[in-house]
C-alpha cells in the first residue's frame, strides 16, 4: 500500500488482529503500525545482515508522514553505512545521562546519602566545601573532571584560603569520587595521585595533655 496522509487517515485496525503493521509499497521497511486505538510510524531494519530491528518513529499525530519518511531513510542509510542506529541511538542515551551528572548533582546525591551518618557540623563543612572551594568545577560532568584540573585548583585554593583548608577540600572531593564509583556513577577517582596541600604541615587540632583534662 501507497501510505499517503489520507490513506493512513482512513486505516482500520481489522477486528481480529491486536497488532498489525501496514508496509509502505514506495519505501520497503517502514510502514504504520496500528495497534490498540494507536497508529505509529514503523521502521524495520537489519544489522549485519542478520538481527532485524523494529524502532517506532512516533504517533502520527505528532509526526507527519514525511518527517517519519525521512527518519526512515536516515536508519536506512546508516546501516548502508555499518552503522548500527540502536547502537548509536542508546549511546546518545548515555552521553545524554553522564551529562547530567555534573559535580554539583552527584554533590547532592551524596549528601543526601550521608545525611544520616555523618556528623552536622561535618555535613555542613562538606557541603561548603563542595559549594565554595569547588565552584569552578561544579557545573562540569563528573566522569570528565581530570587529574590536572583538581591539581589546578587545590593550586588556587591554597594561595587563597590557605593550605589546610585546601586539603580539607581536597579529602571532601576524594570522599565523593570514592563513594560515586562504588554507585557506578565514575570509573576512577581523578584527586588520587595529586598533592595534598596539608601534607607535612601541622594540624591546626591537637589532644589535650592529662594535665589539661585534668585543669578542665
Known amino acids: 500500500m501507497k501510505l499517503t496522509d489520507r490513506a493512513v487517515a482512513a486505516l482500520v485496525r481489522p477486528a481480529n488482529k ?4 501496514i508496509w509502505d509499497d514506495d519505501l520497503p521497511g517502514f510502514g ?6 494507536s497508529k505509529r510510524w514503523l521502521v524495520q531494519y537489519r544489522v549485519d545482515g542478520t538481527q532485524q530491528r523494529r524502532e517506532i518513529l512516533g504517533d502520527i499525530r505528532k509526526v507527519r508522514l514525511e518527517a517519519a519518511r ?26 545524554a545521562a553522564a551529562a547530567q551528572l ?18 552536622s557540623n561535618t555535613h555542613s563543612e562538606a557541603e561548603r566545601y563542595f559549594t565554595l572551594h ?12 581530570k587529574r590536572a584540573e583538581i591539581a589546578a585548583q587545590l593550586q588556587d585554593m591554597t594561595k587563597a584560603r590557605g593550605p589546610i583548608s585546601a586539603a580539607r577540600a581536597r579529602d571532601n572531593l576524594s570522599a565523593l ?31 589535650l595533655g592529662m594535665a589539661e583534662l585534668a585543669v578542665i
Open 134 to 145: 569547588w565552584a569552578a568545577l561544579r557545573n562540569r560532568p563528573i566522569a570528565e573532571i
Open 18 to 21: 491486536d497488532d498489525v503493521v
Open 32 to 37: 504504520v503500525r496500528l495497534r490498540g486505538k
Open 177 to 207: 569520587f570514592a563513594w560515586a564509583m562504588r554507585e557506578g556513577l565514575c570509573d576512577a577517582n581523578p584527586v588520587a595521585g595529586t598533592n595534598d596541600p596539608g601534607r607535612g604541615r601541622p594540624s591546626r587540632d591537637r589532644v
Open 70 to 95: 525521512k527518519a526512515a531513510r536516515q536508519r536506512f542509510a546508516q546501516v548502508e553505512l555499518g552503522i548500527d542506529p540502536g547502537a548509536a541511538k542508546r549511546a546518545e542515551r548515555v552521553a
Open 102 to 119: 555534573t559535580l554539583a548533582h552527584v554533590a547532592d546525591r551524596y549528601l543526601a546519602a550521608k545525611q544520616a551518618t555523618m556528623r
